[in-house]
């Protein structure tokens, strides 16, 4: 008699753990640069970003916008949580190469 319960919860977990699952945008640094240098994201939702650093040194991704700052290893990647955001722009850097390093995210309201 539990079993058919235990199943149905694991069941009902499964689907309303998918219908709150977060969007996903990804930032690339290369070079010392993010790609893309402006990313746009609607207002009042949160998402995940992953940043991905294919250079061969570290990157610190540092936002006083949006209190972030996490070093992501040469050849690594880390993932945040980010938002909800109220609509405008948001700017963020490299910490270790701040001038070539550097970019926005811009929450767009629907």
């Known amino acids: 008699m539990r079993l058919p319960l235990l199943i149905a919860a694991g069941l009902f977990a499964l689907t309303s753990g998918a219908a709150l699952a977060e969007t996903s945008y990804t930032l690339t640094i290369k070079d010392h640069r993010f790609d893309p240098a402006e990313l746009v994201v609607p207002a ?32 690594g990647q880390i993932t945040l949580t980010i938002g909800p955001l109220k609509p405008g722009k948001y700017e963020y850097f490299g910490e270790f190469n701040p001038t070539t390093a550097r970019g926005s995210i811009v929450a767009q309201a629907k």
């Open 44 to 75: 009042g939702e949160k998402f995940q970003l992953k940043v991905v650093n294919q250079d061969r040194t570290p990157e610190e991704f540092e936002s006083k916008d949006l209190h972030r700052e996490k070093v992501v290893p040469g050849g």
